[in-house]
């Protein structure tokens, strides 16, 4: 089974610092790894995606991620927090395409001005 | 262009009514998705279309959800005699092939609240 967990349900941090949000899977084969961002109504957009390629991912807005494989990490990142950043952000895991997208429970990220 | 479009934003009903929900996915993605997200929760996969047919209705909760997309487009998912723990947004999504390189793309989803 495949499966992802935040290990924050909530992180805050003031405008301008580094932002780092915390994501592990569980898969048997090699998976594909997504970051989504969901804004108050609005809805999910994504930010990022690792299909096994190069494992340091650069998305939209300036995050980035970095597949690691030997901690069955896909953490995100970004050097400096904007006000706009505050969202909820979920990590997600795929098998293969003809199985679902499988999401974490999400991480609210605050950003303190 | 246009996104996926989801109707109605919000809805809500009594227990034990029937309600239903559309999605409008974006012109030309073969693929839909519709998914389920709780309170503080992540989305949670409910069914996978292909074309018309359903890829994978694994993830539907019981025979009270139904979902049909009989033209490969408009899909519409369907809940029989409401419960109350049915209250929860259901989002709709679409991509050009499988999820798993492919990007979804979300609609704003359809809030439920059965009372």
């Known amino acids: 089974a495949q499966s992802v967990t935040q290990l924050d349900s909530h992180v805050s941090v003031s405008e301008g610092t580094p932002v780092l949000l915390r994501c592990n899977y569980s898969s048997s084969y090699s998976p594909s790894l997504f970051w989504y961002v969901q804004h108050p109504n609005k809805g999910l957009q994504l930010l990022l995606k690792y299909t096994s390629a190069a494992t340091l991912v650069k998305g939209i807005n300036g995050f980035e991620a970095e597949f690691k494989k030997s901690e069955t990490s896909f953490h995100l990142t970004k050097p400096s927090a904007h006000m706009s950043d505050a969202a909820e952000y979920f990590c997600?895991?795929?098998?293969?395409?003809?199985?679902?997208?499988?999401f974490g429970k999400g991480t609210r990220l605050s950003v303190i001005a | 262009g246009a996104g996926v479009s989801q109707t109605p934003s919000n809805k809500v009903t009594e227990k034990g009514k029937y309600v239903e929900l559309r999605c409008d996915p974006i012109?030309?993605?073969?693929?839909l998705y519709w998914y389920r997200q709780s309170l503080g929760q992540g989305p949670e996969f409910l069914i996978y279309f292909q074309g018309t047919g359903a890829a994978d209705d694994s993830g539907l909760p019981n025979d009270r959800f139904f979902a049909v997309r009989p033209e490969g487009s408009v899909s519409t998912l369907k809940i029989q005699r409401t419960e109350r723990g049915d209250s929860a947004v259901y989002l709709c999504a679409s991509t050009y092939g499988g999820g798993r390189t492919g990007e979804l793309f979300f609609g704003e989803g359809s809030r439920l609240t059965v009372l």
């Open positions: 012109s030309g993605h073969t693929a």
């Open positions: 997600v895991v795929s098998l293969s395409g003809n199985t679902p997208l499988v």
